[in-house]
């Protein structure tokens, strides 16, 4: 027997042996190892399916979370635009305020000092009246002590009085 050239029944029976196995593998096992590999290849699309649908999501999140920033950014600009507003218009308030109340006190301050001058001209003027009158007395006390000059003055007066009426 010679293993290089075979013989018609080794040939026979191989082939025979072949096909039984190949029939038995098809008919218990060809059908779960390609449902396995079918199952398999469905998981495999179903987890591509799965991570596709989970990337378009984070897609959405980080474009909804860049929308919220953009939104909130834009709200804290218009509360800090709010806030100087207010603080400015609070500012020019209180300059406002604050030259009135310096205006009002310049105003008591002039009506004071007006007031005050008032009086002390009204004091002087009693006082030089006081002292006029007193000259005056003085004076009038020094001519009349003389007799000759009571007449004179006495003349004087009249001389005047006629000729301011006529």
Do not use: Y
Not at 113 to 133: D, F, P, Q, R, Y
Not at 144 to 154: A, G, I, Y
């Amino acid at each position: 027997m010679d293993l290089i050239t075979p013989e018609f029944g080794l040939v026979f029976w191989t082939a025979i042996t072949f096909l039984c196995l190949l029939f038995i593998l098809r008919k218990f096992a060809w059908k779960p190892i390609l449902g396995a590999v079918e199952e398999r290849e469905s998981g495999i699309k179903n987890a591509l399916a799965s991570a596709e649908e989970a990337r378009k999501e984070m897609e959405n999140l980080t474009a909804d979370n860049e929308r919220i920033l953009k939104e909130a950014r834009a709200e804290r600009e218009t509360l800090l635009k709010e806030a100087r507003d207010i603080k400015n218009k609070m500012i020019e308030d209180a300059k406002g305020e604050a030259q009135e109340q310096a205006n009002k006190l310049i105003q008591q301050a002039q009506a004071a000092i007006e007031s005050e001058k008032k009086a002390a001209m009204a004091e002087l003027k009693n006082h030089v009246a006081g002292l006029s009158l007193e000259i005056a007395e003085k004076v009038v006390r020094n001519e009349l002590s003389n007799k000759d000059k009571q007449l004179e003055l006495v003349k004087t007066m009249l001389g005047e009085k006629s000729l301011t009426e006529a």
